[in-house]
């Protein structure tokens, strides 16, 4: 039913099949073969457990005053039976299910990045050349993207039905979708968590195209304005810059240089790596994790950076090697 709804929602903009929208990715075909698999095992047990209960309504039913039941306590067989079956049936669905939500979460490194911000009620696109735009975006076929998302308000979430993923997207931080598109289209973005009034009309196209086209469009209006590591790198200059290095030596605070994807050792013994999340939460809240040996002096830039100038600020200390 689900299925249907979204095909007739989406096959506006896509030939898909009636049942389900197009198959976008490979993801999205092993999405929809779990969920036939889920399908036709619901639809055989509801067959089962119905169509037996009807029989035995029938069979066992009272047929005179004096009809008495059976003593009967218990059969081991069966009741091993009908505890095993499902539980072999639920492991393969989790099984089956986590193989496929975890290439939803597999990150390569040599994956397109694009930066989404949702905001009530629209998408904006950002990619690391400086590129920017609303309500749609360009992705080219078979290579991996990886989404980088934020709200700028409440709670959205991001919603590709052609490639079967779906993620929130949350103020004061960032959330991530990997998918590798495999066939070229314009593919129907929704918002799916209810946000206000134009919640149905937060909208936005993906169009995967050939990489020549890709690059075209890339081009386009390119020098209106900075790119992602040049923003960045003017907000360092401004605000960073008396306290950090752009390479690895200490200043006040840990240099910049290599570390993106560093494991940091923290004052209380704990540890991490320092992903887009923890650079984020390093500038806006700079007392939640304090690097071992250094004095917790940073002051919080909650409030005085735009979503794009954090972005870009990201970027550039990614851009450090
Ligand atoms: Cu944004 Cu619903």
């Known amino acids: 039913m689900f299925g249907l709804i979204i095909s007739l929602l989406v096959g506006k903009t896509i030939k898909a099949s009636t049942f389900m929208p197009v198959q976008g990715s490979q993801v999205a075909a092993q999405v929809d073969s779990l ?3 889920l399908l036709v095992t619901s639809a055989i047990f509801c067959v089962l457990v119905i169509g037996g ?23 081991n067989f069966l009741e091993f039976l009908w505890s095993f079956i499902p539980f072999v049936l639920f492991m393969i669905m989790f099984g089956w299910g986590w193989h496929v939500f975890h290439q939803m979460r597999d990150f390569s490194k040599d994956s397109l990045e694009v930066h989404a911000v949702g905001q009530k009620w629209f998408w904006d696109f950002k990619y690391k050349s400086g590129k920017s735009s609303a309500g749609e975006f360009y992705v080219p076929v078979n290579t991996p993207i990886k989404l ?3 709200s700028k308000d409440v709670l959205h979430s991001f919603f590709l039905p052609g490639m079967r993923i779906k993620q929130d997207v949350i103020p004061g931080r960032y959330t991530a979708l990997a998918f590798t598109p495999n066939k070229e289209g314009t593919y129907q973005v929704f918002c799916t968590e209810y946000c206000g009034d134009q919640h149905s009309s937060m909208l936005a196209k993906m169009k995967v195209v050939s990489q020549e086209e890709y690059e075209q469009w ?15 790198q ?11 290095n752009t390479n690895a030596e200490r200043k006040v605070g840990p240099g910049f240089a290599g570390l993106y994807n560093s494991e940091r050792q923290f004052a209380d013994g704990s540890s991490a790596v320092a992903d887009e999340n923890y650079i984020r939460e390093s500038i806006l809240v700079p007392g939640a994790k304090v690097v071992n040996g250094y004095p917790p002096a940073m002051p919080s830039f909650q409030g005085q950076l735009s979503e794009d100038e954090l972005s870009g600020l990201i ?6 090697k």
């Open 315 to 320: 970027e550039f200390i990614k851009s450090l």
């Open 148 to 150: 980088i998302m934020t």
């Open 35 to 37: 969920y036939m698999f």
């Open 53 to 75: 209960l009807i029989y035995f309504v029938l069979k066992y039913r009272r047929k005179s005053d004096d009809d008495k039941t059976a003593y009967i306590s218990h059969n």
């Open 218 to 232: 890339l081009q386009e209006d390119a020098s209106a304005g900075l790119s992602l590591v040049e923003v960045g």
């Open 234 to 244: 003017k907000v360092y200059e401004q605000k960073c810059a008396v306290c950090h």
